[in-house]
């Protein structure tokens, strides 16, 4: 029977499929999982209802390990019952994972599967979460794009209301979660036939209920634990035959073929990849590409990974394999060989079958897998000896694992276009992209995918839309990389990015710009220009931004360029395209906004069209010679930073981060100076008469972008001309010269500080960044060659506590941020000698995202020492810094009372003892001790161990930072115990109500009335009063 | 921050000098809150929740108890409860509730309100003791 076509992520197909045939949910929010529990709570706070005519129950709990407890207890209680998670919400999961597998419980865990944190945390894809629970005795089927979730979703709830034994439905995080595609979505009555009742009600004739009492979760002895976990064998053998089942009653339903192990290719391929997930679809069109060239290759996509069927696998791999490659997306560092490429070779081995099979890792962190990286692997397979434990994706120029890459292939099918679009956050262009292929999918039989990659940054940060579109199903789970048109929407990424790359020859590029032809000439970089005539490109330009102003649009230039992209794409007639996009703008903005914003839209559509303008590529451009880019910067920022914000730390080699010791997770203080993001449309300009000196603009900046300045006489000589000052004024101060300082290149253009402006006539005001350019070489004056004046700084006054140098600047936080203002604060008050530890959340997004460190030290060498361990356990983490720095200083606090008792440096040791809590004073007198003891050359064994560990001597101030997420909700257990020991550490809870990293969803912070996810219908429940929990220790 | 900076300075302060754990809870206007006069002005919208008792500022310090004071300091003043209903009116995530489900947004609204005053008391029966 015919579906019905949609445009769906993989999230989205889940929620909706999952709702269908489940009671209850037990939701936490963690990326990229978050969706399809919100969708789930949307839905049913409007009263959607599942097959069995209610809508779902659910509850958000305090952590994914709550999540789970309750799934388990609901399971018990005989509902149907579903969660959605990822990585680290995955690992909490775990020992309930053990128990609803052992009870033998029908849920279903539907999982965006996600990296696990290492070294470094990863948002991103890949499969690490879910093979590391594989031995749970959940039953694990995976999917490999938004319509497989859709399926095998189904597949999963089925089987494991038939089976009844718990699955785990996965597909890869991001590029399958995150991905639109067009699909098919089931219909619920159809499912509905399909559920074996007879089943369900003996699960819930199985349930926990007082009207035929059992007890379970008993504690058992080494008598009958054994024979018990070998009696749930038959339960666990049957599964693989009821998916198998299950499979044929979906393609019964749609015509669209599912077994345990799907062969893709020749029947009698000689050369085999096995894998699954996603990059099972990239393979696909690289078995096409090769067979349809005669070579004998096939993929094995593999769907249910456990229980792994071994009958299934023998019965689906053709008798001609001679040799085999099996592709796992995650690293076991210290094994024999991934999980997948193990399961292989137990198979070969068991059977007595003598294979050539060799392993390697894909994908990790959703590193994009390419074409030509599956052909490396099918090339492999020709070597006589091909390569073991290899990499595809990277370059590992150390250990040598990498394959090399093919020259780039074509595996496109005909009539496919690929776009590729480069939008800044918040401009709309990705919402103007969502738009464009819902159109395509609603007026047109073509089917479209669109994927969107962001940056760290919480605001002003790179988008890239990814789209395509094509007759026939579109697979490609890779990003555009041979488009047929790109378009760069903000003008100064012609300067940051190499945006040509991607386009196939003769493609077409357009830029919206401010230049006429001339200019661009004058403009563009020549790598640029060249790059385009060498491609033989179409160039078009357009002046988004100057028309959006003139007919008061503001900065939303989307529609104007999404008209354009219409225009020169001819992907469907202009007409139409036009007729739709008003007719989406008219849905969009009549009811919030009304039919002047509606006209707005529909006329800048037509300037879209009319203003487009071809610009003739001078024949000159193709003779250019283009000269490499000079950077005055230190190695680690051109080897590595640098590199990574030009969107190239995919070419960065295994060599360069050992180079900078980077593999335990290193990363090196303060590089957000050198990012330079002129992200700001306007910025503050100081007006010197008008200041009062208050500093508060300071304050208030959450970016550190706004600075006052003290110079002395002689820095007042060597400032440049424009470097204006007046007379300091305040106690003590008017032998200084002041000044206020903005740095244009690192302001965000919030306009906090303008507002928080006391001053009777504004001191600052908000101007165009061009203007304010000119600034630059004055701030860079003051940071680097006037000194902080220290007789200035004084912690006891806001205006005071402005003089000390913040230890945290320029971070990714949004455009008025109300968290950094405090963090930064709390730097200049105790920077220098700070240890932070950081729960997961904004504060670490912006505080530390590779490449971008925000927290960075003085002159000194000195300054916050931050690191994350997770985020439900951070406050356990900081009370760990500070017993770990308390047990060596403790040796050294013995050593000097030795020495003193030996009258060795006794003067100085004595003040060192009388200062050990003073933070004020100990780091003076530390020093001083150790001046002593080398002076001394005391060759005691006490001296030396207070020389060497001079880094411990003094008092240190350790602090915990983390969102309500944490300290109210997931990290609450750790916090109470943290604060319950009485260790003097300091928390500071950045409270902003709301699980704001994760887009959002509700905390026990969230107020009464407050709508947020996973309370779409307004928080019923108060606020929790963790002040007045944590007085009760007081 | 924004009602009191100098109370938001003098309690990261105090907490960091005193010889035992402490925890600052910092009111952090966030693009969450879908402020409606823009986050350009978050730190005066941290100044009205002040003001209308959203939120208050305080310290409690257990080392006062030692020198026979009370160790909690209500710090922020007397808030107009009255202008609670048209603050939180102010940011989106409230007002979206009256459009999405104007049937129980009054009820809830009011519920906010009497949570407040119920915070407001306890704090000023906190401040009151000896």
């Known amino acids: 029977m015919k579906q019905k076509k949609v445009m769906m992520d993989g999230n989205t197909a889940a929620s909706y499929i999952s709702y269908a045939f489940t009671e209850v949910a037990g939701i936490f929010p963690i990326t990229p999982s978050s969706v399809m529990a919100e969708l789930v709570d949307e839905w049913a706070a409007n009263g959607k209802k599942n097959i069995f005519g209610q809508p779902v129950e659910v509850i958000e709990m305090q952590s994914e390990g709550g999540a789970a407890g309750t799934v388990h207890g609901s399971l018990q209680a005989g509902a149907l019952t579903t969660t959605y998670t990822a990585s680290q919400g995955l690992l909490l999961m775990i020992p309930n994972m053990y128990k609803i597998a052992g009870e033998m419980l029908p849920g279903v865990f539907h999982v965006s ?141 749609t015509g669209r073929e599912y077994n345990l192990f799907d062969l893709y290719g020749a029947k009698d391929a000689e050369r085999l990849i096995i894998m699954m997930g996603s990059g099972a679809e990239t393979a696909k069109e690289v078995v096409d590409y090769l067979v349809e060239k005669g070579e004998k290759v096939a993929l094995l996509d593999v769907r249910l990974y456990r229980p792994f069927s071994k009958k299934h696998f023998l019965a689906a791999v053709p008798k001609t394999v001679k040799k085999i490659a099996t592709l796992d997306r995650l690293k076991e560092p210290n094994g024999l060989g991934e999980p997948l490429y193990q399961d292989v ?260 559509i037509d300037y879209g069209i009319t203003e487009l303008h071809e610009v003739k590529i001078p024949e000159a451009w193709k003779n250019i010679t283009v000269k490499p880019v000079e950077e005055n910067v230190p190695d680690f920022i051109k080897d590595v930073v640098n590199v990574m914000n030009r969107q190239e730390g995919d070419n960065i080699p295994v060599s360069t981060i050992m180079k900078y010791k980077l593999e335990d997770g290193t990363w090196y203080a303060g590089t957000t100076k050198y990012e330079k993001r002129g992200a700001a449309a306007d910025v503050p300009e100081w007006n010197i008469d008008n200041c009062i000196q208050c500093n508060i603009c300071s304050l208030v900046c959450p970016h550190a972008a706004i600075r006052p300045v003290l110079l002395d006489e002689a820095e007042k000589a060597k400032a440049p001309a424009d470097f204006t000052t007046k007379k300091a004024i305040g106690p003590g101060l008017d032998k200084y010269e002041y000044r206020i300082q903005v740095s244009p290149y690192d302001c965000t253009g919030c306009g906090v500080c303008v507002n928080a402006c006391p001053a009777k006539e504004k001191a600052i005001v908000m101007e165009p960044l061009a203007s304010q350019l000119d600034q630059a070489d004055n701030w860079t004056f003051a940071v680097e060659d006037v000194e902080i004046k220290k007789d200035a700084v004084n912690h006891n006054t806001v205006k005071n506590s402005q003089f000390a140098k913040p230890y945290f600047e320029f971070s990714g936080a949004c455009a008025g941020c109300g968290e950094t203002p405090y963090i930064k604060l709390v730097t200049q008050l105790f920077g220098d000698h700070m240890y932070i530890g950081n729960a997961s959340g904004c504060s670490s997004a912006y505080g530390g995202s590779t490449p971008a460190t925000p927290y960075c030290d003085d002159k000194c060498g000195r300054g916050p020492a931050w690191a994350m361990s997770l985020f439900e356990d951070n406050a356990e983490y900081v009370l760990g810094f500070k017993l770990g720095y308390e047990a060596v200083r403790r040796r050294s606090k013995a050593y000097v009372e030795d020495l003193i008792a030996k009258g060795v440096c006794k003067a100085e040791g004595e003040a060192y003892l009388a200062a050990y809590n003073d933070s004020a004073k100990s780091d003076e007198t530390s020093k001083a001790l150790v001046a002593a003891l080398k002076a001394s050359n005391d060759a005691s064994e006490a001296a030396k161990y207070i020389i060497d560990n001079a880094d411990y001597l003094a008092r240190k101030s350790f602090w915990a930072f983390g969102g309500d997420g944490w300290a109210y909700d997931i990290g609450y257990g750790g916090l109470d115990h943290v604060i319950a020991t009485g260790e003097d550490v300091n928390i500071l809870v950045l409270d902003t109500e709301v699980y704001s990293n994760t887009g959002g969803q509700s905390s026990k912070s969230t107020n009464t009335a407050a709508v947020a996810k996973f309370s779409a219908g307004g928080k019923e429940t108060k606020k929790k009063d963790l002040g007045y929990m944590a007085m009760s220790y007081g | 921050m924004g009602y009191d900076m100098n109370q938001a300075l003098k309690a990261i302060r105090e907490a960091e000098a005193y010889p035992g754990p402490s925890i600052i809870i910092a009111y952090s206007p966030c693009i969450e809150h879908g402020i409606k006069k823009q986050m350009s002005k978050s730190q005066i919208e941290a100044k009205e929740a002040v003001e209308c008792g959203y939120w208050h500022t305080y310290r409690f310090n257990p080392s006062l108890k030692a020198e026979g004071k009370n160790p909690f300091t209500l710090d922020s003043k007397e808030p107009d409860l009255s202008k609670l209903e048209d603050f939180i009116l102010g940011e989106n995530r409230y007002a979206s509730l009256k459009i999405a489900f104007p049937d129980k947004a009054q009820r809830l609204y009011d519920k906010a309100k009497k949570d407040a005053a119920d915070r407001l008391d306890l704090y000023k029966s906190l401040a009151a003791q000896k």
């Open chain 1, 113 to 253: 599967a996600r990296t696990l944190s290492a070294h470094a945390l990863s948002i991103f894809g890949d499969h690490s979460d879910v093979i590391g629970c594989r031995n749970t005795g959940f039953a694990f089927l995976a999917s490999g794009s938004p319509q497989e979730v859709m399926d095998l979703g189904a597949v999963a709830h089925l089987s494991a209301i038939k089976a009844r034994m718990p699955f785990l439905h996965f597909f890869d995080g991001f590029r399958t979660s995150h991905e639109m595609n067009t699909i098919e979505a089931l219909d619920y009555d159809e499912l509905a036939k399909l559920i074996d009742y007879d089943q369900l009600d003996a699960f819930r004739k199985n349930a926990l209920n007082p009207d035929h009492p059992v007890t379970r979760g008993t504690t058992v002895n080494p008598d009958i634990f054994f024979q018990s976990r070998e009696a749930c064998n038959k339960a666990v053998n049957a599964i693989p035959e009821i998916v198998e089942h299950y499979m044929g009653e979906i393609k019964k339903l």
């Open chain 1, 345 to 604: 070779c137990t198979v070969y081995k068991q059977e007595g079958i003598d294979m050539e099979i060799v392993g390697g890792r894909y994908g990790l962190s959703s590193k994009d897998t390419t074409p030509e990286q599956i052909l490396a692997v099918f090339e492999n397979l020709k070597e006589a000896t091909p390569k073991d434990n290899f990499t595809i994706g990277i370059v590992d120029d150390v250990y040598n694992t990498s394959l090399e890459l093919p020259a780039p292939i074509n595996t496109t099918p005909a009539g496919e276009k690929g776009c590729k679009i480069w939008g800044m956050g918040s401009d709309g262009t990705v919402g103007a992209n969502k738009n464009t292929v819902k159109i395509i999918n609603e007026t047109t039989d073509l089917n479209a995918q669109a994927y969107f990659v962001y940056d760290s940054k919480k605001s002003g940060g790179l988008t890239q839309s990814h789209l395509r579109f094509g007759t026939a199903p579109i697979r490609s789970p890779y990003l555009v990389n041979k488009a047929d048109f790109v378009a760069c929407h903000t003008q100064a990424y012609v300067y940051k990015y190499d945006m040509v790359k991607d386009l196939k020859e003769n493609g077409i590029f357009l830029l919206n710009c401010n230049w006429s032809d001339e200019e661009l000439d004058a403009n563009l970089p020549d790598s640029m220009k060249k790059a385009l005539a060498d491609k033989n490109a179409r160039l078009y330009i357009i002046d988004a931004v100057a028309i959006a102003k003139k007919i008061g649009l503001g900065n939303r230039i989307n529609t104007i360029l999404q008209a354009s992209f219409f225009k020169l794409t001819d992907i469907i007639p202009i007409d139409d395209a036009v007729k739709e996009m008003k007719e989406a703008i008219y849905k969009t903005y009549f009811i919030k906004k009304g039919q002047k914003i509606v006209d707005l839209n529909n006329e800048s």
